[in-house]
Nanobody, 122 residues
Framework: QVQLVESGGGLVQAGGSLSLSCAGS????????MAWFRQASGKEHEFVAA????????HYRNSVKGRFTISRDNAKNTVYLQMSSLKPEDTAVYYC???????????????WGQGTQVTVSS
């Protein structure tokens, strides 16, 4: 069982930066793939980024490549999403997820946080 708690969301102007954190509980945190998804108002969840257990492999959706960086610190049971050059279309609730594989769709991720709002003003 893994419990996830996101933090770091907020309001930022377009072109700005924001860093999200996701703190996990449980001894098995380091064995999970971790991901960030987002859901804009009225839209489906969409994959943002994922990272393998030791940080050696990452994957991003095309629209955030070069702007977002996912990383993890297993000693702190935490995964991060550093976001820069933010755009209004990045506005969404951002969720972290944990699971046994690196899927780019929502099914298959076993544990989810409650989400944190990111709003990018133009």
């Amino acid at each position: 069982q893994v419990q996830l708690v996101e933090s770091g969301g907020g309001l930022v102007q377009a072109g700005g930066s924001l860093s999200l954190s996701c703190a996990g509980s449980g001894r098995t945190f380091s064995s999970y793939f971790m991901a960030w998804f987002r859901q804009a108002s009225g839209k489906e969840h969409e994959f943002v980024a994922a990272i393998n257990w030791n940080g050696g492999s990452t994957h991003y959706r095309n629209s955030v490549k070069g702007r977002f960086t996912i990383s993890r610190d297993n000693a702190k049971n935490t995964v991060y999403l550093q976001m820069s050059s933010l755009k209004p279309e990045d506005t969404a609730v951002y969720y972290c997820a944990a699971g046994p594989h690196m899927y780019t769709t929502r099914p298959g991720w076993d544990y989810w946080g409650q989400g944190t709002q990111v709003t990018v003003s133009s």
